[in-house]
């Protein structure tokens, strides 16, 4: 049995319930952790993959999972090279005129 808000209610604001719905009977496949400082992700024994998923404002990467076989990937998005290329296009206009 795992507790995913082991402060609730001391940082989290909850109401109070006869039965705690933030108790996991079952160990999930896939448990995220969102808005981190870089992506990582690990196996436990158990079979679950924790991923942390980055700060997309920051790092400009969204993770990817692959339901098949739970594999996980990164795609970023960078602007820089796509402008370099396209000025890079734009002066090789300019010298051929």
């Known amino acids: 049995m795992r507790i995913v808000y082991p402060t609730c209610p001391d940082t989290l604001r909850c109401y109070p319930l006869t039965k705690d719905p933030f108790l996991i ?6 448990y ?6 870089e992506f990582d ?10 991923i ?6 920051k790092t400009r990467q969204i993770v990817l ?8 990937f ?7 090279d ?3 290329n396209y000025e ?9 005129n």
């Open 52 to 57: 942390c998923v980055p700060s997309f404002k």
């Open 82 to 84: 796509l402008l370099r």
């Open 74 to 80: 990164t795609i970023k998005f960078d602007c820089a």
């Open 32 to 37: 995220f952790c969102a808005n981190q400082s």
């Open 88 to 96: 890079d296009r734009d002066e090789s206009k300019d010298n051929t």
């Open 41 to 50: 992700t690990k196996v436990l024994d158990n079979g679950t993959r924790l």
């Open 25 to 30: 009977k079952s160990s999930p496949h896939v």
């Open 65 to 72: 999972i692959d339901l098949r076989d739970l594999s996980v």
